[in-house]
């Protein structure tokens, strides 16, 4: 297996310097690997409602000014639902998927009876009501068994190639998380494990803002006989007032109207990347000092 990074986009809006690092970072760390390893991108679209008619094509383009070419055809999520079927299937004949019926006043009302007032990012904490049966209510969406599978042996220990040793206790932090929607598209967490797995990913380069989600993969990984890639979260860019820049907040898509925009987007986000110059071979020189990428240790 070929060394294989890749950079996965929501087609949510046009690249901007954020996600413009995690392009560059994932394309650093595979071009430093050497000739045999591949880089990848992924368009994540299975989010229907959050996704731009569109905006996947754009995106491409915008990488392609950059001189970011992958090095197969781009995939895209919204052609790959029966792998994502697949799975499902899988997990809940191993007893790891289970149906849902609670609307999100059903959650709210179970977790202030337990007595649970914290969420997690605003997110709740699923509080298990399904777990045992759907209780004469109708299911609305399919939940991952993450309590069940991670036993009772505590937090899930990983380690980041950037941060270090990270840990979460996901079945307390984030309980059994939702593996497709009531309203029916597929969830980041089960889309992006299926395609990591199938695409023979190594190697997961991606923002600092995904870090929270990756034991939560792995242990997706796990249920499903899957390996675990390794992983490096890069640094957030952050917008002036320090707070994170995103798509949500109005983040403004880099300018890659002429070679010479382009370059100085790749120049802004190589700085966030703490690499010196405006050279991609000095670049890469200085991906590997900085991050031991590893040789190309493809077979032949
Ligand atoms: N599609 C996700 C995003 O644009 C990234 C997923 C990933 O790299 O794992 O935020």
């Not at 996704?51 to 790959?80: F, S, Y």
Request: aromatic share 6%.
């Amino acid at each position: 297996m070929p060394p294989t990074g890749r950079f996965a986009p929501s087609p949510t809006g046009p690249l901007h310097a954020g996600s413009l690092v995690a392009a560059l970072a994932s394309w650093l760390d595979v071009r430093a690997r050497g000739p045999r390893a591949r880089w990848l991108v992924r368009i994540e679209d299975a989010d229907t409602e959050r996704c731009q008619p569109g905006m996947g094509d754009v995106i491409l383009a915008q990488l392609a000014a950059c001189d970011l070419l992958p090095d197969e055809p781009p995939v895209w999520q919204t052609q790959r639902t029966e792998f994502y079927d697949e799975a499902l299937v899988q997990l809940r004949q191993a007893g790891l998927a289970y149906p849902c019926g609670c609307s999100r006043k059903d959650i709210d009302e179970a977790l202030a009876r337990q007595g649970v007032v914290h969420t997690r990012h605003g997110e709740r904490v699923y509080p298990g009501t399904c777990r045992d049966g759907l209780h004469g209510k109708k299911p609305r969406a399919w939940r991952f068994a993450a309590t069940r599978i991670q036993g009772a042996g505590g937090a899930l220990a990983w380690t980041d190639r950037r941060l270090g040793a990270q840990q979460q206790d996901v079945a307390s932090e984030v309980g059994d998380f939702v593996l497709r929607r009531a309203d029916g598209p597929w969830a980041y967490q089960l889309a992006v494990v299926v395609d990591d797995a199938q695409q023979g990913i190594t190697d997961v380069v991606r923002g600092e803002d995904l870090a929270d989600n990756t034991a939560r993969q792995i242990l997706l990984q796990r249920a499903l006989g899957l390996p675990t890639p390794r992983y490096l979260h890069t640094p957030l860019v952050r917008a002036a007032d320090g707070s994170k820049l995103s798509k949500q907040n109005g983040a403004q898509a880099i300018d890659t109207g002429s070679p010479q925009g382009a370059r100085v987007e790749l120049n802004a986000a190589a700085r966030m990347l703490g690499l010196q110059g405006e050279d991609r071979a000095g670049w890469i020189a200085q991906w590997r000092d900085l991050y031991n990428p590893g040789p190309d240790d493809s077979s032949p």
